[in-house]
C-alpha cells in the first residue's frame, strides 16, 4: 500500500522560508515523477510544483515560480518542496501526490490533478502578514 506522509509545515511570517519533505512508503519514488498541490479553505485543490523521474524537468506554477523549489533524494525516497519569501496568499494545506503507474518518460512533470493518484494528507502552512 503507497502511503504518502508531508512534513515540515507550519506559521511563518511573510517573507519567510519553510522546507515541506514528502516521504514515501510501499513504493520507490525514483520510478515516478512527483506533484505538489495546495488547497486554501473554499477554494479548490491547484498545481504548486511537479518533478519528473530523475528531476530532469520541473514545472512551477506562474505564482511560485521563482520563490519554490522542488527536489528529489531518490536515496531517501524523499521530495522536497523549499519555499522562500512566502506571502499571505501561500497559505493553505500542501500536498505531495504520486501517479499510480511508473513514469517512462523522464521529461514529463504535469500540472493536472488526474494525472496523480495517491496523495498524502497535507502539511498546513500559514503565513501571517
Known amino acids: 500500500q503507497v502511503q504518502l506522509v508531508e512534513s515540515g509545515g507550519g506559521l511563518v511570517q511573510a517573507g519567510g522560508s519553510l522546507r515541506l519533505s514528502c516521504a514515501a512508503s510501499?513504493?520507490?519514488?525514483?520510478?515516478?515523477?512527483v506533484g505538489w498541490f495546495r488547497q486554501a479553505p473554499e477554494k479548490e485543490r491547484e498545481f504548486v510544483a511537479a518533478?519528473?523521474?530523475?528531476?530532469?524537468?520541473?514545472n512551477y506554477a506562474d505564482s511560485v515560480k521563482g520563490r519554490f523549489t522542488i527536489s528529489r533524494d531518490d536515496a531517501k525516497n524523499t521530495v522536497t518542496l523549499q519555499m522562500n519569501s512566502l506571502k499571505p496568499e501561500d497559505t493553505a494545506v500542501y500536498s505531495c501526490a504520486l501517479p499510480k503507474q511508473f513514469s517512462i518518460d523522464r521529461n514529463y512533470a504535469p500540472r493536472r490533478v488526474n494525472e496523480y493518484d495517491y496523495w498524502g494528507q497535507g502539511t498546513q502552512v500559514t503565513v501571517s502578514s
Open positions: 510501499g513504493r520507490t519514488v525514483s520510478a515516478y515523477r
Open positions: 518533478i519528473s523521474r530523475g528531476g530532469r524537468v520541473t
